[in-house]
């Protein structure tokens, strides 16, 4: 009986054994400064055990040794701790603990990262040291070499307003600025609409004749094409010499421009144009094209020749 049990624990004591060893893995053997280095403990528990591990806080703990030194050496504060996390993962019927460092080191030196302390079954334990080298970054031709080289990875880090305002408090000062402008050009231009640019007499009259010839009237409705003609026109000789010949036959018009003294080319121009118009108003006669485009140049002429000579001043 007793040969059978110590068979049982002979078999039995290197699993338990090899379920229970500490592993401690690197991420590299050499790191340059301001790089991250990443340190990872494992450990395998059975289902119902569990370990004690507080993890150093800050940075941690380090050894700097020489060439001729001892693996002792000195100890070596410039060994940050950026993050650390562990967890478990179930495995059936064991259980794999886990923990994880990230660790910039801020100076040269080659490194002995000290055991950590555990505890499992009230039982304290040491993970395995760890040797690294750490350098500044190599020399290359051409690049200015910096003594920090910077990580991709980066630092998390809690907004703080205060910081924020203190060094950049002119943004939302110019914010302000922009904002009352705003508020000061939106307010002028609701009290003071832009006024349309006046046109002069002549401008408006030229402006409404091309308005009609844009229209093509004169192709589907000659009547209602030259009683807008005669409009105009009308309109703009009662204007222009201060007289309403708007209700005026031709004939009572034409004696009334008379006795204006105007130039006698351009009574007869206006009596012309008047004559075309009033045949197909009250006739019904049909004018071609080329007679069209002939009364519409008789209308401008007529309107440029008596408007006052417009004069710019420089």
Same mark, same amino acid.
């Given at each position: 009986?007793?040969?059978?049990?110590?068979?049982?624990?002979?078999?039995?004591?290197?699993?338990?054994?090899?379920?229970?060893?500490?592993?401690?893995?690197?991420?590299?053997?050499?790191?340059?400064? *301001?790089?991250?280095?990443?340190?990872?403990?494992?450990?395998?528990?059975?289902?119902?055990?569990?370990?004690?591990? !507080?993890? $150093?806080? *800050?940075?941690?703990?380090c050894n700097r040794i020489s060439d001729k030194s001892n693996l002792k050496g000195t100890e070596f504060k410039d060994l940050e701790i950026l993050s650390y996390s562990d967890t478990i993962i179930d495995a059936g019927g064991s259980k794999l603990w886990r923990a994880n460092f990230k660790l910039i080191p801020w100076d040269t030196g080659t490194l002995v990262l000290q055991p950590l302390p555990y505890s499992m079954d009230s039982q304290m334990s040491y993970f395995t040291s760890i040797l690294v080298q750490s350098t500044f970054v190599p020399a290359k031709k051409g690049v200015r070499i910096y003594d920090i080289n910077e990580s991709n990875? $980066?630092?998390?880090?809690?907004?703080?307003?205060?910081?924020?305002?203190?060094?950049?408090?002119?943004?939302?000062?110019?914010?302000?600025?922009? *904002?009352?402008?705003?508020?000061?050009?939106?307010?002028?231009?609701? *009290?003071?609409?832009?006024?349309?640019?006046?046109?002069?007499?002549?401008? @408006?009259?030229?402006?409404?004749?091309?308005?009609?010839?844009?229209?093509? @009237?004169?192709?589907?409705?000659?009547?209602?094409?030259?009683?807008?003609?005669?409009?105009?026109?009308?309109?703009?000789?009662?204007?222009?010499?201060?007289? !309403?010949?708007?209700?005026?036959?031709?004939?009572?018009?034409?004696?009334?421009?008379?006795?204006?003294?105007?130039?006698?080319?351009?009574?007869?121009?206006?009596?012309?144009?008047?004559?075309?118009?009033?045949?197909?108003?009250?006739? !019904?006669?049909?004018?071609?094209?080329?007679?069209?485009?002939?009364?519409?140049?008789?209308?401008?002429?007529?309107?440029?020749?008596?408007?006052?000579?417009?004069?710019?001043?420089?």
């Amino acid at each position: 009986m007793k040969q059978l049990v110590l068979f049982v624990a002979l078999i039995s004591a290197p699993w338990i054994t090899v379920a229970q060893e500490p592993n401690t893995y690197v991420s590299s053997k050499e790191i340059t400064v *301001g790089g991250i280095l990443e340190v990872q403990y494992e450990i395998s528990l059975l289902k119902n055990q569990d370990i004690a591990f !507080n993890p $150093p806080l *800050g940075y941690f703990p380090c050894n700097r040794i020489s060439d001729k030194s001892n693996l002792k050496g000195t100890e070596f504060k410039d060994l940050e701790i950026l993050s650390y996390s562990d967890t478990i993962i179930d495995a059936g019927g064991s259980k794999l603990w886990r923990a994880n460092f990230k660790l910039i080191p801020w100076d040269t030196g080659t490194l002995v990262l000290q055991p950590l302390p555990y505890s499992m079954d009230s039982q304290m334990s040491y993970f395995t040291s760890i040797l690294v080298q750490s350098t500044f970054v190599p020399a290359k031709k051409g690049v200015r070499i910096y003594d920090i080289n910077e990580s991709n990875t $980066p630092f998390k880090k809690e907004l703080v307003w205060t910081e924020v305002l203190s060094k950049y408090w002119w943004i939302p000062l110019l914010l302000l600025f922009i *904002g009352l402008f705003i508020v000061v050009y939106k307010k002028r231009t609701k *009290g003071s609409p832009i006024e349309p640019e006046s046109l002069t007499l002549k401008q @408006q009259t030229l402006q409404s004749i091309e308005k009609l010839v844009a229209k093509q @009237q004169w192709s589907t409705d000659q009547k209602l094409h030259y009683t807008e003609l005669s409009f105009i026109l009308r309109w703009y000789l009662s204007s222009r010499y201060n007289i !309403n010949l708007l209700e005026r036959t031709t004939f009572e018009t034409i004696l009334l421009l008379k006795a204006l003294k105007l130039d006698e080319y351009l009574i007869t121009q206006i009596s012309l144009i008047f004559k075309e118009v009033d045949a197909v108003k009250f006739a !019904n006669s049909e004018l071609p094209a080329s007679d069209h485009e002939k009364l519409i140049e008789w209308s401008k002429e007529v309107v440029i020749i008596s408007s006052p000579v417009e004069t710019s001043h420089v």
